[in-house]
């Protein structure tokens, strides 16, 4: 009997310590702890996770029309893009999670969670495959098929309405858009913010092998990539070029500043002409680079940075004949003040019939006339050389900048 009692407090024991712990583990006090072990580190506003391996079947086809230009050319390109997919990626999250101790590369997952996506998901590989029939229709070079891809992108709208919301709230959601987008999304949105720009670039770089990376600027909210080139005319000594994305007629190579007002990057097209108003402007500062990787080399960087160094020279030479020149037009304006003035007094002499004083007045003021006319036509020279320089100058901002 002593031992059946025994066994039955054994078995009391075993469920009352049984009823503890499932207690414990569901108390609402130990579900905040373990909530709150889990730190949202936002980089753009956003969180982080990692895409299933999984597919999605393909529904609600939807064409859409890309158009764009590059060197004076246009170029359309037809895409099949599916409501399934663009459900899939809308509904994926934006910011970035950890548990424990927050890891070292959590930039790169941050960044990786945009550049990955569904294995039947083909629509960068395709869209690639496009450019690039473009590309060779055209004969361009492998540079130029470069740019051309970033034409592309740099041809969808600047979405100035997300991207101003994502600013004032952290975390947008603009008519029921989350930010950034996921590439597919920009895509079949046919805009995005500088994020969302940059991830189609990269990838679609990427498909058609560049070595590429993300340049993301925390302190001016910007992002951008870079493009593998020679490491002696990289940007920051990195490997990688700048690549604008938010706007036409940016060159590879060329790190814009920002409109104080907008905070949008100055397209390389806005650099003023001669004479004109440059207008405030603030730098990028210096990015975080992200999700590099090896590829091809884009080379026509070096032909960038010679055309731009002539351009920066030729701006500097012009500003200095413009000094000059400045300088020479008060000095032949008071000669011709002073000439004038003893015009009148010959004039004076004559009309008085004071010969003697008309004959030596006559004699310095021929002379100062000879002097005159040759400081006229060094001016003029100069004024010539100067205006051929602003022509050279105009004509390189605008064949640079095509």
């Not at 036409?248 to 104080?260: A, Q």
């Amino acid at each position: 009997m002593a031992i059946l009692i025994r066994k039955f407090f054994r078995i009391i024991l075993r469920i009352s310590i049984t009823i503890a712990i499932i207690a414990i583990v569901f108390s609402p006090n130990i579900k905040e702890r373990l909530s709150d072990s889990i730190t949202n580190i936002p980089l753009l506003k956003k969180r982080s996770s990692v895409v299933e391996n999984k597919t999605v079947e393909l529904t609600d086809p939807t064409e859409k029309s890309f158009d764009w230009k590059y060197r004076n050319q246009s170029y359309s390109i037809d895409l099949t893009l599916y409501q399934s997919l663009y459900d899939y990626y809308y509904n994926l999250p934006r910011q970035y999670q950890y548990q424990g101790t927050l890891p070292t590369d959590w930039e790169e997952q941050y960044a990786g969670m945009f550049l990955t996506g569904l294995p039947n998901d083909r629509f960068i590989t395709e869209l690639a495959d496009a450019i690039r029939a473009q590309a060779q229709k055209s004969k361009l070079t492998d540079d130029q098929s470069a740019e051309l891809i970033l034409a592309f992108v740099q041809a969808l709208p600047y979405d100035d309405a997300g991207a101003k919301e994502l600013l004032s709230d952290g975390y947008g959601n603009q008519d029921g858009i989350h930010l950034p987008r996921y590439p597919y999304e920009t895509l079949f949105d046919k805009k995005g913010i500088c994020s969302d720009k940059s991830f189609l670039a990269y990838l679609l770089l990427k498909q058609a092998g560049y070595g590429v990376a993300l340049f993301e600027y925390p302190d001016a909210h910007h992002m951008a990539i870079g493009i593998q080139c020679p490491d002696e005319y990289s940007t920051y000594g990195s490997g990688y070029c700048y690549a604008e994305t938010t706007a036409p007629e940016n060159i590879i190579g060329l790190v814009p500043n920002l409109d104080p007002l907008s905070n949008k990057p100055l397209a390389n097209q806005d650099i003023p002409y001669f004479g004109a108003e440059a207008g405030n402007q603030t730098a990028l500062g210096d990015p975080n680079i992200l999700a590099k990787t090896a590829g091809k080399s884009y080379g026509g960087i070096v032909a960038t940075l010679k055309t731009e160094k002539k351009i920066v020279q030729l701006k500097s030479d012009i500003q200095s004949m413009d000094k000059q020149l400045a300088l020479e037009k008060q000095r032949i304006a008071s000669d011709k003040e002073e000439l004038e003035s003893m015009k009148t007094s010959l004039d004076k002499y004559k009309k008085n019939k004071d010969y003697e004083k008309y004959n030596s007045l006559a004699k310095e003021y021929n002379d100062q006339a000879d002097a005159y006319s040759k400081e006229v036509s060094a001016y003029n020279a100069k004024i010539n050389s100067y205006n051929q320089k602003v022509r050279e100058y105009n004509k390189l901002i605008k064949s640079f900048y095509p």
